[in-house]
């Protein structure tokens, strides 16, 4: 088993992956871990993702979590299917204990100090900052990390190509994470490894 902090330094970006098709799941998990990008965050929200993600892991040098994961169910379905992370876009104490007692690299959603503190009552001091753009962008993440000193955070939401750099040019940012790697639509492999191999590109030397 990984740690979280292991998954997070794999790559600078962990793509948030919404397939629909199962046969998509090995052409878009070869793309990215060709581009350089290894943590590959499957969301649970296709009725293919389990099966997606189970394609995936027959990748070499891909490491296939779970995203969306806001249930024990979902929990227990993800490991079943050989989750190695699990993320989450919030944190409830029950679900915290859950994945904790599972031994699995967890990322679960914050927002506000509040949030980070029940996660720390939990001995979390990783997390994903969600939705980011929206929940003060950069200057409430600065904020936030200066009492939380030792917090580290994956920011995710609304962070894309464009404005990512900024992101991961702070300390407290491990990595970020984001759906534009691999966009909807038919897979375009040429693109997606381009895509992944800019975004490996983009943590500052
Ligand atoms: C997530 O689940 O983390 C978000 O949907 C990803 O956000 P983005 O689509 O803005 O990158």
Known sequence: MMTVDEVMELAPVIPVLVVDR????????????????RALEV????PAALDVMREMA?????????GTVVNLRQLDAALEAGARF?????????LG??????????LPGVA??????????????RFKFFPAATSGGLPALKAL???????????TGG???????????????KCVGGSWVVPAGPVDQAKIEAAARAACALRPA
């Not at 204990?97 to 967890?106: C, E, T």
């Not at 962070?159 to 940012?173: C, K, M, S, T």
């Open 112 to 125: 506000t100090a509040g949030d980070i503190m029940r996660g720390m009552d939990l001995g979390l001091s």
């Open 43 to 46: 969301t649970l929200r296709t």
């Open 86 to 94: 699990i993320v989450s876009p919030g944190l409830t104490s029950g």
């Open 97 to 106: 204990k859950d994945v904790i007692a599972s031994g699995v690299p967890y």
């Open 145 to 155: 990390a200066a009492p939380f000193f030792e917090a580290r955070f994956c920011p």
């Open 58 to 66: 027959q990748v070499e040098g891909a490491v296939v979590g779970a």
């Open 159 to 173: 962070i894309g190509a464009a404005n990512a750099a900024e992101w991961l040019a702070q300390p407290f940012v």
């Open 22 to 37: 199962v046969e998509d799941a090995l052409p878009i998990a070869r793309a990215l871990v060709a581009g350089g990008l």
